[in-house]
Every structure is written in C-alpha cells, then in structure tokens.
C-alpha cells in the first residue's frame, strides 16, 4: 500500500519545509495503523520538488520524515518504508521516479519485496491516481489536501484521470482498502 504525504497524511503546506509546520491529518496515523494490522506494508511516496528548487535541503528533507515518522510512532503507526523524489523537470531534468513516474514504486517493491498486483496507491492529486495508473495498482482519491480539486478533473467516462475510490480522509481509505481486499482476495480463491 503506497501512500502520499503532502494533504494525505499531513496537511497540506506550500512547500513544507520546516517542520514547525508539519502537522498530522487527523486520523492518519489510526489509517497507518489499521492498515498496519491487516497485514499491509505502508510505503509512503511523494515528490518534494522544495529539494531541486533550492527550498530544502536533503537534510531537511529527512529530518522531516524522521519527525513525521516519530509522530505517527507515538500513536502506533508504522510506515514501512519512505521514498521521496527531490527533482523536478524544470530545474533537474527528467527522472523516473517523480509520479506519476514509477521508479519510487518500483524501488519499494524491490527493496521490500512487496506484491504490486495487490498494491493501491492513497493521494490527494492526479500525479497519485497517474502513479495508481501507471503501476496497476487501485487509485484512492481523499479529499484532503488538493483532492477536492482533483475530484472535479476526473473522468466521469473513465478514459482519462479515474480513481478507484473516493473518500473523506486516509482513515477511510484504509478502511476501504481492508474491506476491498479482502473482497478481493474471496474471488481468486
């Protein structure tokens, strides 16, 4: 299961780049830990374009995830992995693993061994939902962060941006994702 940070598990701030300004969307970390019970890997990967724009630094970057992983920990919530992009077309050139791009999956999966046909992919943008696309996993929309916004450019024929699943918040998500797959695992028996 790979999920998004920015507006998915914390809120959503231009660039965040301090972290005084990380703050934990509620319910996140009872998502994180739901899904954590029900046997999956949470892998969270985002873009952070702050690093190639000269807003952060790496450093910074991962004194970032190390506090977001700290806050999630006191609450019980454990992320399995964290892959992080620090480029951008405009200022490092093209790169693989900038979603929707599927290097940051792909890496996941390899260095965790993790199964992508079973795999779902939680955001709140069209880069999450392309990455859902781009991988064969189920895309989850919420509607934190930049997801209201996203809502209204999908598809409502299907051919273009579509995501599987639509809801309030990440909590909900792992909810619907436990319901899903073992809805899912059922009908392959």
């Known amino acids: 299961m790979f ?43 985002t873009n952070q374009s702050a690093v190639a724009r000269g807003l952060l630094d790496l450093p910074g970057l991962e004194q970032i995830h190390r506090v977001l992983s700290s806050r999630l920990a006191r609450q019980g919530a454990l992320l399995d992995g964290i892959y992080a992009c620090p480029h951008h077309p405009d200022w490092t050139g093209t790169c693989r ?27 709140d943008s069209a880069a999450d939902l392309g990455l859902a696309a781009t991988v064969g996993a189920r895309g989850v929309l919420v509607l934190t962060g930049h997801g209201r916004r996203t809502a209204r450019a999908l598809d409502p024929e299907g051919q273009g941006l579509r995501a599987d699943r639509i809801v309030t918040s990440f909590r909900t998500a792992a909810e619907w994702i436990i319901d899903d797959a073992r809805q899912r695992f059922r009908r392959r028996r």
């Open 97 to 123: 693993c900038r979603k929707p791009g599927s290097g940051l999956v792909r890496r996941a999966v390899r260095e965790l061994g993790l199964d992508l046909q079973a795999s779902y992919v939680v955001g």
């Open 3 to 45: 999920v998004d940070r920015d507006g998915t598990l914390n809120r959503e701030v231009h660039y965040l780049r301090r972290v005084r300004d990380l703050r934990l969307i509620r319910g996140a970390a009872e998502g994180v830990r739901r899904l954590r019970r029900a046997g999956f890997a949470v892998v969270m990967v």
